[in-house]
Nanobody, 115 residues
Framework: QAQLGESGGGLEQPGGSLRLSCAAS????????MGWYRQAPGKQRELVAI???????NYADSVKGRFTISRDNAKNTVYLQMDSLKPEDTAVYYC?????????WGQGTQVTVSS
């Protein structure tokens, strides 16, 4: 079993930036995808951004042009650079990793965007 450790959430003003980090550790075979989901109060968990090994990257329409996902494969780490933050970005952000046949989730980190 692998574990995902997240860091980087917090409180930021609208228009500001935050950077989330997530590192996978433990019994890792070959991670084929890493990414970020988020869940706002009263809403379903949704995909924010995901990077698939081989180069494919997908973003939610709501974050395109503002958020950037990147990976360090040597460190089994994924980052989410969040710029031009909006109040509607407020949510708990969860790291995700796929190491077939397993899928892993982080414990979640709170991101709050408010003035």
């Amino acid at each position: 079993q692998a574990q995902l450790g997240e860091s980087g959430g917090g409180l930021e003003q609208p228009g500001g930036s935050l950077r989330l980090s997530c590192a996978a550790s433990g019994m890792i075979s070959k991670i084929t995808a890493m990414g970020w989901y988020r869940q706002a109060p009263g809403k379903q968990r949704e995909l924010v951004a995901i990077n698939v090994s081989g180069g494919s990257t997908n973003y939610a329409d709501s974050v395109k042009g503002r958020f950037t996902i990147s990976r360090d494969n040597a460190k089994n780490t994924v980052y989410l650079q969040m710029d031009s933050l909006k109040p509607e970005d407020t949510a708990v952000y969860y790291c995700y990793a796929r190491d077939p046949p397993f899928e892993y989730w982080g414990q979640g980190t709170q991101v709050t965007v408010s003035s």
